[in-house]
């Protein structure tokens, strides 16, 4: 069951990613140096390019067969990266999306930091810019828009289901393990904050370590694994987890 209302979140979240770039091209079109029209109800197609951060994870993976459903159902072509968890990938791929001279670029941010060079290169060649499902520093006039979850109160939700599970249990203390995403990632940050945001109010929790596992459950069971054999059992310097 929660397998389908993610598939539907992720459906409706693209579906509403192709409106938005639809609606951008009718923008575009008033805009357009090139002098050359387009029409959004004739039988031409867009050109989308999209590149996503990888396919570390089942979500991930339904997540960019969502994006070549939806652009089949609305006969929108697509050029597709996967950038391998590289933000150097998606610089190229998002530059060489700008030289074929795509209607619309879409992408989903590796990191926070160092896309305003890119983007500015997209904006001067006209070409509007989706940022999807994590946010990034960077001036708002360089990019059209965000469509995407809000990662600080995901994070505040967390931090809250906690408080409500320990509610009554009779404990003084409570050492948590943090195992977060790609390190410097938006929505690793965001959550962060959201979840510490709402902890500090309770004494009893502490984050005695935080390690970050890449969204891999392989890596996080490694990072587990490495210690509990550090530190002969679940423990961090002596400090049960």
Known sequence: MKNKIKITIILILFVSILGAIISLLVIKN???ERNHSMNINSKERLILGFSQIG???????????????AAAENNIQILFDDAQQKQSNQLKAIRSFIVYQVDVIAFVPIVEDGWDNVLQEAKDANIPVIIVDRQINADPSLYAGFLGENGFEEGRSAGKYLLSKAKNLRKDKFNILELSGT???PVVI???NGFRNVIQNDSRFEIIHSEDGDFLRSRGKEITTRIITENNGLNINGKPI
């Open 183 to 185: 390190e410097n990632s």
């Open 190 to 192: 965001n959550r962060a």
């Open 30 to 32: 008033n805009l357009n």
């Open 55 to 69: 396919s570390e994870s089942a979500w991930r993976t339904r997540n960019t067969e969502s994006i070549f459903e």
